[in-house]
């Protein structure tokens, strides 16, 4: 794949993960941890795939 792809990638995830973290903050808020804790492992899920397809663009 080229640095482009990679990186657009890379953009998605961190979205991803960013999106998450604020259903999780809000969750907690309205209905506590009980249904919040899914979008937390979410949010850690993107951003650790995010931190994946950086190291795999800069060896690249």
């Known amino acids: 794949m080229n640095k482009k792809a ?29 249904k919040a804790w899914i979008f937390l492992i979410m949010s850690a899920a993107a951003f650790t795939l995010a931190w994946i397809r950086d190291r795999q663009r800069k060896n690249s």
């Open 6 to 34: 990679l990186l657009g990638i890379e953009i998605i995830w961190i979205t991803l993960g960013i999106l998450c973290l604020v259903i999780t903050v809000r969750e907690m808020i309205t209905n506590g941890f009980g």
